[in-house]
């Protein structure tokens, strides 16, 4: 089969040039118009000549026969990558926090829960944490121990002091009232002798001095003078007692008593 050149115009007019094969002339006419051509020349292509190859003068040798290559080597397996899925310990961990904040921010207050939770954690893996929070925890509670201890044992202190004034002032009391008591039985002894040898009643402590044989009692355990109550002819000791007010239930009065010595002239009532 042939090839052809041509030169054609399309349907707008224009020139079109290309190659058809064909095995005749005529035949690559017919080709082109039916592309819708109108052919206006066309030519045969001329083939180019074969070239002819030179020998080579030199003697032929024979080369060795190929040696089959060896079959490559497979491929070393990839290594294999191991995951290692960490486990968790929650429970140890909230142990672990519980103590730490509880021996930072509480001095030891959330101590014991830390240290529960941590040993409650021991029995699941790991256990690095629960370790942590159990040593953090028995710090922490030893410590809040020795504090509220030592606050227990002084509110006690202080307990125990205050109800000790409290006994002490009560004690006070009831032995100024006890001494007031006995002064008061003493000045009415001592009035009543005295009474009995002038017949007249004891104006100062000079007077009962005379009758005394020791220290005349002249003021009260709570600073104030002792004095006298009368009831008709008959006169007790007494003092005013702790609020110092007269005709009061704390008046100190003797238990016993002496008759003012009547004047001469006078009968003594009975």
């Known amino acids: 089969m042939s090839e052809f050149a041509y030169e054609a115009l399309d349907r707008d007019g224009g020139t079109v040039r290309g190659r058809v094969e064909a095995e005749s002339e005529r035949e690559a006419r017919e080709k082109i118009r039916k592309r819708g051509l109108y052919v206006v020349e066309t030519a045969a292509v001329p083939q180019p000549r074969p070239r002819a190859v030179a020998k080579d003068p030199r003697p032929s040798v024979e080369e060795p026969p190929l040696k089959p290559m060896p079959a490559p080597e497979p491929p070393p397996p990839a290594p294999q990558q191991v995951v290692v899925v960490a486990q968790s310990n929650g429970l140890g961990t909230a142990g672990f926090v519980t103590s730490l904040l509880g021996l930072l921010l509480t001095c030891g207050l959330l101590c014991p829960l830390g240290l529960l939770l941590s040993f409650l954690a ?22 809040l121990f020795l504090v509220g201890g030592g606050l227990l044992l002084m509110l006690a202190g202080m307990g125990s002091t205050v109800n000790e004034r409290t006994e002490r002032k009560q004690e006070r009391t009831l032995n100024a009232r006890e001494i007031a008591q006995r002064d008061v039985d003493r000045l009415t002894q001592l009035s009543a002798n005295f009474a009995h040898l002038r017949l007249r009643v004891p104006i100062t402590m000079d007077d009962l001095a005379e009758v005394a044989k020791g220290p005349v009692p002249i003021v009260d355990p709570w600073g104030r003078n002792y004095s006298y109550a009368r009831y008709e002819d008959k006169l007790k000791a007494m003092s005013l007692g702790p609020d110092g007010k007269p005709d009061t239930e704390d008046d100190i009065l003797s238990e016993n008593y002496f008759r003012v010595p009547a004047e001469p002239g006078e009968e003594r009532s009975r």
């Open 122 to 143: 021991l029995f699941r893996p790991p256990r690095g944490m629960a370790l942590a929070g159990i040593l953090l925890g028995f710090v922490g509670s030893y410590w």
